[in-house]
């Protein structure tokens, strides 16, 4: 079986737009079916479908396709164990015209160096989004008014919402709140997850329902 190109595509919101990096993995040769994807999903987070599915569809001797390596993850422990597996199956990983060689040790230090900034903004991404929302709720701008809905409650409000299979009527009727206490609710949990893992550079509204 000949050697095949796997592109993998993330971004950490859901009103980000995927088409710049599909667009630049099929200038790189690879086809459209072979790429996949994770759109919501923070590079700090191990637990990516996407992510999943493109290391088990890369068999030896074929190449990992990402436009940049912080779409790969934004943990330097994450991307090296990553880089790891891809090697011990045989499979080469390339962003940014890049092959990454772990026998070439100027190889292994810039990509630990890659590694290392993608984390490093990560955390300066982080330590920003703390600042601006503390500084939101000392002028009153973030509603500050707990749940009446259980942590799990929340979670899954936020889950259908970002599904986009309900209307705003149908959540409010799912979870006995009025539209106010919904969306504050929604928003609570997007900042919730946006500090448990960091949001990429570039933030996007999610699609409203109703």
Known sequence: MSALLVGYARCSTRGQDLRAQKSA??????????????VGYSGRST????????LAAAREGDTLVVTKLDHLGRSILDLHRIANQLTDKGVRLSWSGTTYNPADP???????????FAEFESDIIR??????????????????????????QQRRLYEDYESGNYTAAELMEMYPLKRSALYATIQRERECRDLAGVTDASFGEAPRVG
């Open 25 to 38: 993995l099929r200038q790189a040769g690879v086809a459209a079916d072979r790429i996949y994807t994770d």
């Open 106 to 116: 100027a190889g292994r230090l810039f990509f630990s160096m890659l590694a290392a």
């Open 47 to 54: 637990d990516r479908p996407g992510l999943h599915l493109a």
């Open 127 to 152: 330590s920003r989004t703390i600042e601006g929302m503390a500084e939101a709720r000392r002028q009153g701008r973030i509603p500050g008014r707990k749940s009446k809905l259980t942590r799990l």
